[in-house]
């Protein structure tokens, strides 16, 4: 009952926008208003979670925003939220999800919770790939978020997978998965390619400014070798 705000505590996350980019502060505030009694609250956790189609939700970023706060009856407090999305945050597309949860940790009564999705749009670099994809004749088709060890020199837990298709009337006629890891001053594209002759091909490509001159010029010398018109 204390989770729905029934003679409790309720908490609720108020965003600034909805849409973010990989890498950005979030800009939010949890506010929690007191039910008929006072309350101890113990913390006030808040985490980023993200989901692609059927695969299980994983935690991408979390901290804790307060301790040891005592909750007036019928009051009310408005915490800010001091977190950055990871720069590996996935983007909305191809079935990926990705929300705020936000939880009071109250001693003896259920934890009210509160869940807000987000939308995660392409940075500008990322707007020049799919700007360069579609140039080319390809079309997404849908994204994966590949689970990556450890011990994975990425130092993140997953690459957020395209998959594109060729589009009819397209020159080329491979299927491909593209994924990039973004560092300061540039990134590096990875490529697997599927070939009509039922090759699987992979390939790396470092891309510095300007990113759609460059990558364009790469691509395409990549495709035409591998797809003879």
């Known amino acids: 009952m204390s989770t729905i705000g029934i003679n409790g505590t309720r ?64 009051s009310e407090q408005r915490l800010p939220v001091q977190l950055s999305l990871p720069d590996f945050t996935p983007l909305s597309l191809g079935g990926v999800s990705t929300w705020l949860q936000t939880e009071l940790d109250i001693p003896l009564a259920p934890d009210p919770q509160d869940t807000d999705a987000i939308e995660i749009v392409a940075t500008e670099e990322q707007q020049q790939v799919f700007a360069l994809m579609q140039e080319l004749g390809y079309q997404l088709d849908h994204t994966e978020l590949e689970p990556l060890p450890q011990q994975s020199r990425y130092q993140v837990p997953f690459l957020q997978q395209f998959h594109f298709h060729p589009q009819a009337g397209s020159h080329y006629h491979s299927r491909l998965q593209i994924a990039w890891e973004p560092n300061n001053s540039e990134f590096e594209l990875l490529i697997t390619e599927e070939t009509s002759a039922g090759s699987t091909l992979n390939h790396r490509l470092e891309v510095r400014e300007p990113v759609q001159a460059r990558l364009h010029s790469q691509l395409k010398q990549l495709l035409d070798n591998n797809n003879p018109r």
């Open 11 to 74: 908490v609720d996350t108020l965003l600034e926008q909805q849409q973010h980019q990989p890498g950005e502060p979030l800009h939010a505030k949890v506010q929690i208003n007191g039910g008929n009694r006072a309350a101890k609250v113990d913390a006030v956790k808040f985490s980023v979670w993200t989901q692609a189609q059927s695969q299980p939700p994983v935690q991408i970023a979390h901290c804790v925003i307060a301790e040891q706060l005592r909750i007036d009856a019928n």
